[in-house]
């Protein structure tokens, strides 16, 4: 699977959005873009994949350059909840697929 | 969220004894797995199960099995606990084991052996 690379922290305003990078420019046609986070003590939580298309759900956008190089995890109106480590992982379509995780983005949401 | 239990939530024992650790799950999902999580190391993946009595390893394998006689269980045993295992170990499922299904974790159990 193709390696990521992340900011080790960032720091976000409440209300305002927050903007994720990840770096993941070895990255093949065939493997998917997924991000998860994890609040202390908390299991990781699946938030959005994608592959190439952009991608919106209840809580995220994925953005995806067209050379598929980078991504950036969008949450549209942070929140104090919101603060946690962010993982980027990319994941190989073919088979069995598991989830390698790297050291992530610590987002720190201050009022 | 996932309907995914973790029991227990944390347990103390000696080392060379005995631990299983049981994942519940309430979603019918074919896929489930094992990982442990340590400072410096992210999440490992131990075991997974891909049906009923399918089992294979993972990254870090040694000094585990697992068993998976129902759907909804899959129990991690350490047979002779040792205090390198000391972790807080999850346990996640999948409908299927594609990189286009994601995984959803429960809380996790944390463990420390003494």
């Known amino acids: 699977d193709a390696k990521t690379t992340q900011p080790p922290s960032m720091d976000c305003a409440e209300g305002r959005a927050a903007n994720l990078p990840c770096n993941h420019s070895t990255i093949s046609g065939n493997e998917y873009v997924y991000w998860y986070r994890q609040i202390h003590s908390q299991g990781p939580q699946y938030i959005i994949h994608g592959l190439k298309n952009n991608e919106t759900n209840e809580m995220a956008s994925l953005i995806i350059t067209e050379d598929r190089k980078s991504s950036t995890l969008i949450l549209p109106h942070a929140t104090l909840r919101d603060t946690a480590v962010y993982y980027c992982i990319v994941r190989v379509y073919s088979g069995y697929s598991t989830l390698t995780f790297g050291k992530g983005t610590m987002l720190l949401v201050s009022p | ?114």
């Open chain 2, 1 to 114: 969220d996932a309907g995914i239990t973790q029991s227990p939530r944390h347990k103390v024992t000696e080392t060379g004894t005995p631990v299983t650790l049981r994942c519940h799950q309430t979603e019918n999902h074919r896929y489930m797995y094992w990982y442990r999580q340590d400072p410096g190391h992210g999440l490992r993946l131990i075991h997974y199960s891909y049906g009923v009595k399918d089992t294979d390893k993972g990254e870090v394998s040694d000094g585990y099995s697992v068993s998976r006689s129902k759907t909804e269980d899959f129990l991690l045993t350490l047979e002779s606990a040792t205090s390198s295992q000391t972790s807080v170990y999850f346990c996640a499922i999948s409908e299927e084991g594609t990189a286009n299904q994601p995984q959803h974790f429960g809380d996790g159990t944390r463990l420390s052996i003494l």
